[in-house]
């Protein structure tokens, strides 16, 4: 048998199909949209699902194209006359087919695993779940293209499969409106675009989408192997079932994997040394970037009276899942960019000393951007100047600097010309607003 295989792998279309899902789907993971997978391994493995809506017909149509090789060689009579049943002369096929379309995808995770191997440091067991659905998404498109290209032996079935396996997962998210949960089941690349620093894949999700795959798969090997339009229109009871199952697991709910938050990657991780510096564990590969300038800041921030003396990562997690705000602790917003190095590692100091001025998340009073920018630059004795919003060569969609620095100049040039001690005291009472809360505006105009 394994010779065979060997031989199936040799002259089949799976070598082609392989190298065609390494290089196009590594190729959109770099290209596309830009590299979105820089700060981990689960965002690499949730990129790698996003691209399956290119990659799933690819695999849908490389089937297909394999199952007319019968047909053109006009030996289908003559097997037909043998005595091996058709399960047993298909399964060669359906096993090179099913490892290219592993193979194929484990190679472009290998690809984006070269840019972030030095940087990536937290490894959640669903980094692994998450690419195993992923490659039997592929094996059950490559066994369904089998099956369809096997009963429509036409040149044009390859393509036109392709193109409707494509439309088929765009389509998907406005057809199961209003039941994303539904969408999910179905598409593997659904709700994977864009995956935030502490993005996660809930458990039931991959279960479901394994329970409809899996029975997805059976269904199309049935079909391969069925003689009889009899036995191929059973052949689609174990799709069926498959949903049928998949629905009981998942929670009826919508935006299960947009709203999905790992607590453990949240998680603070601390330098050695005082003062603490902590960061998220999906950001624990940034902690020494971090921590300098951090403790700088915090040295900056002891001129003023009941200053803090700790920095916590702000793992504030969409949609409203916020860090403990501590009036001991500032908080401060850490993300990646595209190299997966500190994407802010020059405005760290201000938005540390600017970051001591800041409100609790529920607070409606908060003081202006440019206040607090103003009273940091004060302590630190320097001018406003514009953020530098291109730190690594290009903006980070995670990190989004606001410019307040005009206005900040001219309420920082207010302050300069009081005296020290008048300047001292409405710094202290914008700082007290702040974190009680109360009206800020006005203590330094």
């Given at each position: ?59 849908l ?16 009579e ?6 091996r ?107 994977m ?101 951090a403790r700088e ?40 960019g ?8 020059p ?26 920018l ?42 300069r ?17 702040a ?11």
């Open positions: 048998m394994s010779r065979v295989l060997r031989i199936e792998l040799r002259r089949s279309a799976a070598i082609g199909a392989a190298a065609s899902l390494a290089a196009l789907g590594s190729l959109a993971m770099y290209f596309a949209e830009g590299i979105s997978f820089s700060t981990g391994w689960i965002q690499l493995a949730m990129t790698q699902r996003w691209y399956l809506a290119l990659l799933w017909p690819l695999m149509a490389a089937g297909a194209w394999q199952a007319r090789r019968e047909h053109r060689s006009n030996v289908g003559l097997f037909a006359t043998t005595p049943p058709v399960s047993q002369r298909v399964a060669p096929t359906l096993g090179a087919m099913a490892i290219a379309a592993v193979a194929g995808y484990l190679l472009m995770g290998v690809a984006g695993a070269a840019w972030i191997f030095d940087t990536a440091g937290y490894l959640p067991a669903e980094v692994f779940v998450v690419t195993g659905v992923g490659a039997l998404a592929l094996v059950a498109a490559a066994w369904l293209g089998l099956a369809v290209g096997r009963l429509l032996p036409s040149p044009v079935t390859a393509p036109v499969l392709g193109v409707a396996g494509l439309g088929l997962l765009l389509m998907l998210p406005l057809a199961t409106r209003p039941f994303g949960w539904l969408g999910l089941i179905l598409s593997p690349a659904a709700e675009n864009m995956p935030g620093d502490y993005a996660t894949v809930p458990g039931e999700v991959s279960a479901a989408q394994s329970l409809w795959l899996a029975g997805l798969a059976v269904a199309a090997v049935l079909l391969l192997a069925s003689d009889t339009w009899r036995n191929r229109s059973a052949a689609v009871l174990p799709a069926a079932v498959g949903v049928a199952l998949a629905a009981t697991v998942i929670p009826h709910e919508n935006r299960l994997v947009t709203d999905a938050v790992d607590p453990v990657a949240r998680e603070l991780v601390c330098a050695e040394g005082e003062p603490q510096v902590c960061v998220s564990r999906a950001h624990q590969t940034l902690l020494p970037e971090v921590t300098g300038p800041a915090l040295a900056v921030l002891q001129r003023m009276p009941g200053a803090p003396t700790r920095v916590h990562e702000d793992t504030f997690a969409y949609p409203d899942t916020y860090p403990e705000f501590r009036t001991d602790t500032v908080l401060l917003r850490v993300a990646a595209r190299t997966g190095q500190l994407a802010n590692k405005n760290v100091l201000v938005d540390v000393v600017s970051g001591a001025f800041s409100s609790p998340p529920a607070c409606q009073n908060p003081p202006a951007s440019a206040d607090q103003a009273a940091a630059h004060w302590l630190m004795g320097t001018e406003p100047l514009a953020p530098d919003r291109e730190p690594l060569g290009r903006p980070d969609p995670g990190y989004v600097v606001e410019d307040a620095s005009v206005e900040a100049a001219e309420v920082w040039a207010h302050l010309a009081l005296p020290r001690d008048e300047a001292a005291s409405r710094v202290g009472a914008l700082r007290e607003a974190v009680n809360c109360l009206p800020a505006q006005g203590w330094l105009r």
